[in-house]
């Protein structure tokens, strides 16, 4: 079997920056206290109305297919990997297909919904596809329209200060030369927390049940239950809700676990790694990992503190740049790493 390699990568991300003193005119926060607790000092916010999460994603697309060489219909298979879909369904692989152009060719479009791990699962999904042969050139987007979905008031802030706007995108492609390219993806998953970093709302659950007492909406109860009411639109709980320090904690366990995992696996450890890029969730988790793992300084790329955490799009933004930096060079092992809501989290190891 082939491995997989990453033949082109692009990324898009939206003009317009936000910095931390821009978000304390919303709500009661401070540069301080953002820089200080996750390392961000601005992100970007798409424009609302004119762009979406499949747009963003559509950009980065075409900038990893034409740094691949390939032409768009060349692809035989599209994975989009957001929470942050431009509509409830369809997903947004096929808005994406549509907006490349290529609907004629009627490839495959799947749709992954595994939040920060997203696009570590669609690498993972994407390998295995490449390894049977069935497909030859993957097209793996991660991309995120965060600011259409969140509470901008004091109420969301320990959520919205975070999260930024974004795409990423890759070219996946066979490769003849041996030990080269993904030598192993592991993913991960465990529902216990599901509920601890998630948005609820609207989703089939219609207010009633959750599995769980923390969320109740008597008047979707009193209604037989409905994708949303005005209660949860009153509660503003039409937005994203996190136990920070529960993440945290979970990730800063898990990201050490599901990388030696992998660096086990290829008889490898933590001294080869050439360059580490985690999900960008907050400085202080990378850095915490970056103790754990023993790795310098020079062994791990971070960009969280220009673009916030872009959830899905946040490792091929940060593979993209680090690429164009020339922190990446051929024969390097390079580890993407990720953690998030679900709980889901996942690695990947690629020799360069
Ligand atoms: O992509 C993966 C998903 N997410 C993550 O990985 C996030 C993981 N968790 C975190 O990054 C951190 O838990 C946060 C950055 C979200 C929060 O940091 P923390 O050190 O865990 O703060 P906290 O939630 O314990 O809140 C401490 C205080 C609270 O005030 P009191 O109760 O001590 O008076 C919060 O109300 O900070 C307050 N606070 C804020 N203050 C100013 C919460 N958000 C803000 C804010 N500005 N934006």
């Known amino acids: 079997m082939k491995n997989s390699k990453i033949a082109g990568i692009g990324y898009y991300v939206p003009d317009k920056i936000y910095t931390n003193d821009d978000l304390s005119k919303f709500m009661d926060t401070s540069d301080e206290w953002i820089t200080e607790r996750t390392g961000i000092k601005e992100r970007r916010f798409a424009e609302k109305h004119k762009e979406t999460s499949s747009t963003m994603g559509t950009r980065a697309a075409q900038m990893a297919i034409d740094n691949a060489g390939i032409n768009k219909e060349d692809i035989d298979f599209i994975v989009f990997a957001t929470l942050s879909a431009d509509y409830y369904f369809p997903g947004a692989g096929v808005l994406l297909q549509r907006q490349l ?115 109740g909406y008597p008047d979707a109860e009193e209604m037989g239950g409905v994708f949303v009411t005005q209660k949860m639109l009153d509660d503003g709980l039409l937005a994203p809700n996190m136990t920070g320090q529960l993440v945290f904690k979970t990730a800063v ?26 999900h960008q969730a907050n400085l202080r988790i990378s850095q915490f990992v970056q103790k754990l793992l023993k790795l310098e300084d020079s062994q791990v790329y971070n960009n969280i503190q220009k673009y916030g955490n872009t959830t899905a799009a946040s490792i091929p933004i940060a593979l993209y740049e680090a690429f164009e930096e020339g922190k990446i060079k051929d024969g390097d092992l390079i580890c993407l790493a990720a953690f998030g809501s679900g709980f889901t989290w996942g690695s990947a190891l690629i020799r360069w």
Not at 256 to 277: H, M, Q, R, W
């Open 253 to 278: 366990k898990k990201f050490p676990e599901v990388i030696n995992a992998a660096l086990y696996e290829v008889g490898l450890t933590s001294k080869d790694i050439s360059l580490f890029i985690p």
């Open 101 to 215: 152009g290529i609907t004629h060719l009627e490839a495959p479009a799947l749709d992954i919904r595994n939040q920060c791990s997203g696009f570590v699962y669609g690498l993972s999904v994407a390998d295995q596809y490449i390894k049977t042969g069935k497909y030859k050139n993957i097209l793996l987007v991660g991309a995120e329209m965060h600011s259409m979905g969140m509470d901008f008031t004091t109420n969301g802030r320990s959520v919205s200060v975070i999260f930024g706007d974004g795409a990423g995108a890759v070219v996946l492609q066979p490769t003849e030369e041996e030990g080269r390219g993904i030598l192993t993806t592991h993913i991960h998953s465990n529902g216990t927390h599901a509920e601890e970093l998630a948005m609820i709302n609207p989703g089939s659950h219609g207010g009633v049940w959750l599995g769980t007492e923390k969320f």
